[in-house]
C-alpha cells in the first residue's frame, strides 16, 4: 500500500486550498447569511479546474482521477459545503450522460458544462419517492418523435440556474422500476417550472428548489441509453457520487477541527487556555482520529473506482461513516466553544447545520447501512 499523494494530487490539493483560503473562507458565512449561491465563485472554480471533475478530458473536462477529484472536494467543503454541493452538481448530472449516453449526447452535454460553463442538474428524488427509486410517478410517454414529461421533482440541487436537467421517469407504471428511465431535458421548455426555493436548516448557499414538469415535449434522442435503464442508471450514478459527499463530509469535518484546535489555544479559562485541559484534549483527539479513519475509506472507495475494482460497498461505507463522523466532530466542536459556538459570530455553528444533510442526501445513513450489509453478505 502506498499511502503516498502523487505530485499531481499534490499540485491539486494546493491549488484547491490557496482558492479556497482566498475566494470562499471569508465569504462563506455572508452568503450563507444571505441564503444566496455566489455564481461568481462557482464560475471561478470552473475556469480553474476545480470544478466538473467527474466529465472526461475528451469531453472537455480535467479528467482527473477519482482520488484526485474527491482531495479538491474536500477543501472546497472546508471552506464551504454549500458550494461544494453546488460545485459537484454538474458532475452528477453528468454521470448517467456518461454512463449510458450516445456520443453526441456526451459531445454536446458534457462540453456545455466543461467548456461553456453551463449548469445542469440531478432530477430524481420526488414528493413520494426519495430513498424508494422504484416508487417515482413522473412518466414520460412517448408520442411520436418526442417523450412527454408530467410529474414532480424536490429538493434539486441548483435548479434555479440550470441550462438542461437529468430527468428519471417512468414510460409504464405498470412495469414498476423496470421502465424507470432517463432524459436530458432543456431548462427552458416549454411547460418546465422551477417552483419554490426551500427554506433549509444548512447549505443555505447552495439552491434547492421543486422542479414541475408539465406536458413537457423532449425529443426521443435525448432519451439517456434505452427505456427501462433509469433504475441501475441511478444506482450507478448514486455509487460513483457517494465518495464525493463521504469528502464533502470529511472536508467540513477538517474545517470544524481546525476551528476548534485554534479556539482552545486561544480561550483562557482558570489561568490557561482550555487547551491544557485533558478532557479537551481527548475530544480533540477523538475528532482527529475519526476524520482520519473517514478521509482513508474515502480514499479506498475511490482508489477501488480508480482501478475498476467493485466499489459499492466502500462508497456506502465512506459515505455513511464520513457523514455521522461530521455530525460528531461539528457537534463536539460546537461544545468546545461553548456559548460561542451557539452563536453566528463563530463559523462551528454553520459546519454543524450543514453536516446533518450528509447523513440524508445521496441516500440516507440507514439506507447505506442496508446496501453494506447486503454486499457484506455475498
Known amino acids: 500500500m502506498n499511502f503516498k499523494l502523487t505530485e499531481e494530487q499534490k499540485m491539486a490539493q494546493d491549488t484547491a486550498r490557496k482558492f479556497v483560503n482566498k475566494e470562499i473562507v471569508p465569504v462563506a458565512a455572508e452568503y ?11 464560475n471561478r ?33 472546508r471552506g464551504c459545503a454549500a458550494i461544494a454541493t453546488s460545485s459537484t452538481c454538474n458532475s452528477l448530472a453528468a454521470y448517467p450522460i456518461i454512463l449510458r449516453g450516445s456520443e453526441d449526447q456526451k459531445q454536446h452535454y458534457l462540453r456545455r458544462l466543461a467548456e461553456e460553463g453551463q449548469y445542469a442538474s440531478f432530477c430524481l428524488t420526488e414528493p413520494g419517492a426519495g430513498s424508494d427509486v422504484g416508487n417515482i410517478s413522473t412518466t414520460a410517454r412517448r408520442d411520436g418523435d418526442y417523450y412527454i414529461i408530467n410529474g ?17 421517469a417512468t414510460v409504464d407504471k405498470s412495469r414498476g422500476h423496470k421502465s424507470l428511465s432517463a432524459f436530458i431535458v432543456e431548462r427552458d421548455t416549454p411547460g418546465v417550472t422551477i417552483s419554490k426555493k426551500e427554506k433549509k436548516m444548512g447549505l443555505r448557499a447552495s439552491p434547492t428548489c421543486e422542479v414541475i ?20 442508471l441511478a444506482m450507478e450514478t448514486m455509487d460513483k457520487a457517494r ?45 482527529a482520529m475519526e476524520i482520519e479513519a473517514a ?84
Open 45 to 77: 472554480l470552473i475556469e480553474t479546474g476545480l470544478s466538473n471533475l467527474g466529465i472526461p478530458e475528451e469531453y472537455g473536462g480535467p479528467g482527473v482521477d477519482a482520488v484526485t477529484s474527491c482531495i479538491i472536494v474536500e477543501e472546497i467543503a
Open 243 to 287: 465518495p464525493t459527499t463521504g469528502a464533502m463530509a470529511v472536508g467540513l469535518a477538517q474545517g470544524a477541527f481546525e476551528a476548534a484546535i485554534k479556539y482552545t489555544q486561544e480561550r483562557v479559562q482558570f489561568g490557561k487556555p482550555i487547551f491544557a485541559q485533558q478532557a479537551v484534549q481527548i475530544i480533540l483527539a477523538d475528532m
Open 213 to 232: 414538469f408539465e406536458d413537457v415535449k423532449v425529443p426521443a434522442t435525448n432519451l439517456i441509453g434505452k427505456v427501462g435503464d433509469g433504475f441501475y
Open 295 to 378: 478521509r482513508l475509506l474515502v480514499y479506498k472507495a475511490c482508489f477501488h473506482m480508480d482501478h475498476d475494482l467493485p466499489f459499492t460497498k466502500f462508497s456506502a461505507m465512506c459515505k455513511c461513516y464520513g457523514a455521522d463522523v461530521a455530525m460528531k466532530v461539528t457537534t463536539d466542536a460546537v461544545q468546545l466553544f461553548g456559548g460561542y459556538g451557539y452563536t453566528r459570530e463563530y463559523p462551528v455553528e454553520k459546519y454543524m447545520r450543514d453536516a446533518k444533510i450528509m447523513q440524508i442526501y445521496e441516500g440516507t445513513n440507514q439506507i447505506q447501512r442496508i446496501v453494506i450489509a447486503r454486499e457484506a453478505a455475498k
Open 32 to 42: 450563507d447569511e444571505r441564503e444566496e449561491l455566489p455564481v461568481e465563485i462557482l
Open 152 to 168: 414532480t421533482k424536490r429538493f434539486i440541487t441548483n435548479a434555479s440556474i440550470a441550462n438542461f436537467l437529468t430527468v428519471f
